[in-house]
């Protein structure tokens, strides 16, 4: 074993109280729940975490933040975080469409109320379970919206989930907005020792700011759902209890040192199943369309080789990837992968830098058929930086130098 391992693994036992003995059985429990190897250095560093978890949770005085409160800290980091979206989009384009089509189709279906505007109030007509319910009420819902001169309300009409559990909003007026940012997560959540990924997911205002680095440690305070591997954000708690690890002072309880923890082992370790080879990724994309959809992500890996800086209406910034280990195609031309790149993730590199992406992919139907698959990036860890990104050059506007 290493020496330094070694080492580290007797001064845990001795703040533990353990010997060294059982601290080294401890160790190789860790690393064979994580699936690591004794002498991978991400079982140090999974010690170190049990270490300082273990610490805190002798400090911690009786009866006060159990492992059966509803929230839980998390310690770990992210290998991909999406933006936020419109959930009620697709669920209210349907409703007025439906409502455009059939107006009364629309109502019966329970998909839209109408409302009428009436002496001190609005009068709203709607269809529930069958049965035509009508009411008085003050003001509009938010979601409320005019079409050809008519009010209607669009409904939530999802009475059960496919889980079999009951929607407490059915019948209910859709809101007009309701975000939602879903991501995955690689770490120990509660008084779990263990690291492995969780599917991540934050709904409402909360989620809106909340946009830490990939791969970066951090901790934060989450809901666990203890049937799955899903953890959610919540309310403002969530984004308020974000603290990035880097951040915190050495001698803080909640610090880990971190620095030999190698990323690219992880995923190739943990995540091997996602990861596709560049010229693989419209064969994959397929693949993918028979996953959950929390699941419908891909790792690959490439070497930028275009990018634009410059922000489309939705944020996005392009960088094209390539694999240089493959042959190129020069008469085809499609030897090049496009990455959509969210505002919130940060480009700190230049072309010719290798880097990993995590995303969705996408495919359009052009006109002669499927266009390239391309991919909707929410996370990117730079596996070898080559200068910087190119700056987005700015026209001189006639007139701008009328005063000079």
């Given at each position: 074993m290493d020496e330094k391992l070694k080492n580290e693994i007797e001064q845990g036992a001795s703040l533990l109280g353990l010997s060294a003995e059982d601290a080294l059985g401890k160790y190789e429990d860790i690393c064979k729940e994580n699936g690591v190897e004794k002498d991978n250095p991400i079982g140090l560093g999974l010690w170190r975490s049990h270490v300082a978890q273990s610490r805190r949770q002798k400090s911690?005085?009786?009866?006060?933040?159990?492992?059966?409160?509803?929230?839980?800290?998390?310690?770990?980091?992210?290998?991909?975080?999406?933006?936020p979206r419109d959930t009620m989009v697709w669920n209210r384009n349907k409703a007025k469409e439906e409502y455009a089509r059939n107006a009364d189709a629309a109502l019966e279906s329970g998909l839209i109320a109408t409302a009428e505007e009436t002496d001190g109030g609005w009068k709203i007509l709607r269809v529930f379970k069958g049965d035509y319910q009508e009411r008085i009420v003050k003001t509009l819902p938010d979601g409320a919206e005019e079409i050809d001169g008519n009010t209607i309300?669009?409904?939530?009409?999802?009475?059960?989930?496919?889980?079999?559990?009951?929607?407490?909003?059915?019948?209910?007026?859709?809101?007009a907005k309701e975000f939602r940012r879903t991501g995955v997560f690689y770490g120990m959540v509660g008084d779990s020792v263990?690291?492995?990924?969780?599917?991540?997911?934050?709904?409402?205002?909360?989620?809106?700011?909340?946009?830490?680095?990939?791969?970066?440690?951090?901790?934060?305070?989450v809901i666990k759902n203890e049937n799955s591997d899903d953890i959610y954000g919540y309310t403002e708690v969530t984004?308020?209890?974000?603290?990035?690890?880097?951040?915190?002072?050495?001698?803080?309880?909640?610090?880990?040192?971190?620095?030999?923890f190698n990323y690219v082992d992880t995923l190739t370790s943990v995540f091997s199943n996602k990861i596709t080879e560049l010229v693989d990724i419209d064969r994959q994309h397929g693949n993918l369309a028979m996953l959950p959809v929390k699941e419908r992500y891909v790792?690959?890996?490439?070497t930028v080789c275009n990018m634009n800086m410059t922000p489309f209406g939705n944020g996005n910034r392009v960088l094209n990837i390539t694999d240089?280990?493959?042959?190129?195609?020069?008469?085809?031309?499609?030897n090049m992968t496009?990455?959509?790149?969210?505002?919130?993730?940060?480009?700190?590199?230049?072309?010719?830098?290798?880097?990993?992406?995590?995303?969705?992919?996408?495919?359009?139907?052009?006109?002669?058929?499927?266009?390239?698959?391309?991919?909707?990036?929410?996370?990117?860890?730079?596996?070898?930086?080559?200068?910087?990104?190119?700056?987005?050059?700015?026209?001189?506007?006639?007139?701008?130098?009328?005063?000079?």
């Open positions: 911690k005085p009786s009866g006060g933040g159990g492992s059966n409160q509803l929230s839980k800290k998390a310690f770990g980091f992210f290998i991909s975080l999406e933006s309300v669009p409904l939530d009409a999802t009475e059960s989930y496919p889980n079999g559990g009951k929607n407490r909003n059915f019948g209910k007026p859709l809101p263990e690291m492995k990924p969780y599917f991540f997911s934050y709904k409402k205002d909360g989620c809106l700011d909340f946009a830490p680095n990939c791969f970066e440690y951090l901790h934060m305070v984004k308020s209890s974000l603290v990035m690890n880097v951040n915190l002072d050495p001698e803080n309880s909640d610090y880990r040192d971190m620095s030999d790792i690959t890996d490439g240089l280990n493959a042959e190129f195609d020069y008469e085809g031309g499609n496009t990455c959509w790149v969210p505002e919130h993730i940060e480009i700190d590199f230049g072309i010719g830098s290798n880097i990993i992406v995590i995303g969705r992919t996408s495919q359009r139907q052009g006109d002669d058929g499927p266009e390239p698959v391309t991919i909707n990036v929410s996370g990117i860890l730079t596996v070898e930086r080559v200068g910087s990104p190119v700056e987005i050059e700015q026209t001189e506007e006639a007139g701008d130098d009328w005063f000079s």
